[in-house]
């Protein structure tokens, strides 16, 4: 009998009483939304914007129309020398037109250039798949053309959400964007730069990722500060 | 880094580094601040009672009904992570853990580990193991990465170098890792740690994770973080390998935020962790990075033994969040290490006789004050303290009639013990017999012996009062 048989059996032999009935996670979520009062985008976006300068995540509201320039300026005042973007992407072209200097495509797969990336990248910009405004949290879904390592290596992580989606809670994102239909190889869910308390629970950032995050946050015009 | 056996601490010597834990000003004063923090910063969490309780009775419910159906759970979780390209294995103990896990990094004659936190890996000694094979097992979280550099284990689950102060710490630096000049400031001994671990994600070729919580329906492995080492560990290496007990697998997807969101707020207090990591296969065809290779390694190690009892099944809902241990009276007095044990604390008081038998471990649910606080604040509502006095009773006795004994079973029985026991249970149920007892205790009082064995070491002597209960009321009636 193999370890997997054995460990199978010894849990099928254990007595079980009246099985649970499933538990009714969306009726909770339900009860808990109805006891608060109803979501606007408004509210979405500045409990979103708190919570994100909580977790130490800088916010820039930008418009479909302005947000490269934005980049283009943070970038020159942060001194970014090069930065890290995903192609073919939705703003790619937009990116290359604002002229940002120093952009760099991840073109190639990672052991082609893993010391580069490591040591000669000062950020990196990914799309993102929505954010959470109960925690200012946001939804990035790497995949072939924004790999996983553009929003962990390089010290600086930008990252672009359009406001339209933002969720109010985990568990609300997950049903609308029908997570349980099927996986990426790689989710996550990235709440303000890398950090650590392990040092006498003082906290300090940029313990292995990203030292800073910048929100490039999609509005209306009119939504803009 | 430091690749020699550490000393294991048998847990049977308990007793004695707690009373060496509880003389060390320094230590105590190093947990005292450090729980009164964590417990300050879940309490901000639950300011609503009302809500809390309705949060815990879902995960409870959650717990209760991914263990019921356990088996199934674990089939169509390797069904689905199969389909994804992750080779999953099973492990009856932690030498078959060990041999699994050294077996695949020799596959890929690789020199060299880099392990995101894994409490499991810890449980199994896979350290150990991987260099007795010659190969350099690192941790990375920044926590374990210290106690690790110091030849130490953790002192604590979510924060493993809570014993050390930052002098402690900026002078093992400046001692151990190569070129590190000495400084107290926090910020530059994480920067220190953050080079040094940064090359060694560049050249690693396998690395190792733990899982907080497996979802069948989807074949995902979430991770939850705050440093990114996990990230680091999951995506730089070509092989990924994780490792958990199979007692933290969930049906679905949406079974998760609940947990999710009532482990973080218990363990540090944060409503949420830097990164949320859900993996749910190896790099596909045209991907650029992510490992190439992928395995899961599940972990019976005495489990199946606590899931046998319904009673001591609900040890298995525990979902790793250390809030027992940050309000227990008892661990912050001695801290983590005299447990001798992974897991220390209440949670370890329960899961350890199942791993390591109740020879090794009866003394530690004696490590208890029964005042409830753990079982106040389990998010996942195990009640601890009642568990506690079962293992008691099980580790003084034969098992129940109808009961499969517990490895170790009656380890700590003793026939002085029993006598006592039968020889109150004598008196005190024949009245003359106690009132004889009781004569006899008050009227000779003055022979009381002024050293009452443990109770004195720290407590005036006992002595009976100058009448009993029984004469002092019989007096009060007459007036």
């Not at chain 2, 079982?375 to 008691?392: A, K, N």
Request: neutral net charge.
């Amino acid at each position: 009998m193999s370890a997997r048989d054995n460990i199978l059996q010894r849990l099928r032999a254990a007595p079980q009483g009246k099985a649970p009935l499933a538990p009714d996670v969306p009726a909770f979520y339900a009860a808990v939304s109805a006891a608060r009062p109803p979501s606007t985008r408004a509210a979405r976006i500045d409990l979103f914007c708190e919570k994100m300068a909580f977790w130490h995540g800088e916010v820039v509201r930008v418009t479909d129309a302005n947000w490269p320039q934005k980049l283009r300026e943070i970038c020159t005042a942060k001194g970014v020398r090069s930065l890290l973007y995903g192609e073919p992407s939705a703003h790619a072209e937009a990116l290359k037109s604002a002229g940002i200097s120093g952009l760099k495509a991840y073109d190639r797969p990672l052991g082609e250039w893993k010391k580069a990336l490591f040591e000669d990248t000062d950020a990196g910009l990914t799309s993102t798949r929505g954010g959470i405004a109960e925690t200012g949290t946001l939804i990035v879904w790497p995949d072939a053309n924004e790999p996983r390592l553009m929003s962990l290596v390089p010290p600086i992580h930008f990252a672009l959400l359009d406001a339209d989606q933002l969720h109010d809670t985990l568990f609300d994102a997950m049903q609308a964007q029908r997570w349980s239909d099927g996986m990426p190889t790689n989710a996550l869910l990235v709440s303000g730069p890398s950090k650590t308390a392990d040092i006498q629970v003082t906290l300090a950032y940029g313990a292995h990722g990203p030292k800073e995050l910048v929100v490039l946050l999609l509005v209306n015009e009119e939504e803009v500060q | 880094m430091n690749t020699q056996p550490l000393d294991f601490v048998p847990a049977s010597e308990f007793k004695q580094r707690a009373s060496g834990a509880v003389a060390d000003a320094h230590l105590r004063k190093s947990f005292r601040g450090a729980m009164d923090f964590l417990i300050s910063k879940r309490a901000a969490q639950f300011p609503d009672p009302v809500a809390l309780e309705n949060q815990r009775s879902l995960a409870e419910h959650i717990r209760k009904y991914s263990l019921a159906r356990l088996p199934e759970l674990l089939e169509q979780l390797e069904r689905k992570l199969t389909d994804n390209g992750v080779k999953v294995h099973w492990a009856e103990n932690a030498e078959e853990a060990c041999a699994i896990i050294v077996g695949i990094a020799q596959r890929h004659s690789t020199k060299l580990m880099v392990k995101g936190k894994s409490m499991v890996s810890e449980e199994v000694e896979l350290n150990h193991a991987m260099a007795a094979a010659g190969i350099d097992a690192l941790e990375s979280d920044m926590g374990e990465y210290i106690v690790q550099l110091d030849g130490e284990k953790p002192s604590h689950i979510i924060m493993p170098a809570i014993h050390k102060t930052k002098q402690q710490i900026a002078r093992l630096f400046a001692d151990k890792v190569p070129g590190a000049a000495y400084t107290e400031s926090v910020d530059e001994l994480i920067g220190i740690g953050r080079a040094v671990l940064r090359e060694k994600f560049m050249s690693a070729e396998v690395g190792l994770s733990g899982v907080n919580f497996a979802v069948a329906e989807t074949g995902t492995l979430c991770l939850v973080e705050n440093e990114g080492n996990g990230r680091m560990c999951t995506t730089v290496p070509e092989v990924h390998i994780a490792i958990t007990g199979i007692e933290k697998v969930v049906e679905k997807l949406e079974h998760v935020p609940p947990l999710f969101g009532l482990l973080t707020r218990s363990a540090t207090g944060q409503a949420i962790t830097t990164y949320f990591n859900m993996i749910s296969g190896p790099r596909k065809p045209g991907e650029k990075d992510g490992p190439g290779e992928m395995h899961l390694v599940l972990v019976d190690n005495g489990r199946t033994q606590a899931y046998g009892d319904e009673q001591l099944r609900s040890t298995l809902q525990c979902i790793r969040c250390g809030a027992c241990m940050n309000h227990c009276p008892v661990y912050t007095r001695i801290g983590g290490h005299a447990y001798g044990t992974t897991y220390p604390g209440p949670i370890g008081e329960i899961i350890s006789p199942h791993m390591l038998g109740l020879n090794a471990t009866h003394v530690l649910p004696t490590a208890s004050s029964l005042c409830g606080a753990c079982g106040e604040v389990c998010p996942v509502r195990i009640p601890i303290p009642e568990l506690l006095v079962r293992l008691r009773e099980e580790a003084q006795h034969d098992a129940r009639p109808g009961h499969a004994p517990l490895r170790g079973q009656g380890a700590a029985k003793s026939r002085l013990v029993d006598a006592v026991w039968s020889g109150w249970a004598a008196l005190y149920t024949r009245p003359a017999f106690y009132r004889a007892f009781g004569w006899l205790a008050t009227r000779f009082r003055a022979l009381t012996p002024p050293m009452q064995g443990g109770w004195t070491v720290s407590r005036t002597p006992m002595k009976p009062a100058a009448r009993t209960l029984h004469e002092l009321m019989a007096e009060r009636k007459k007036h």
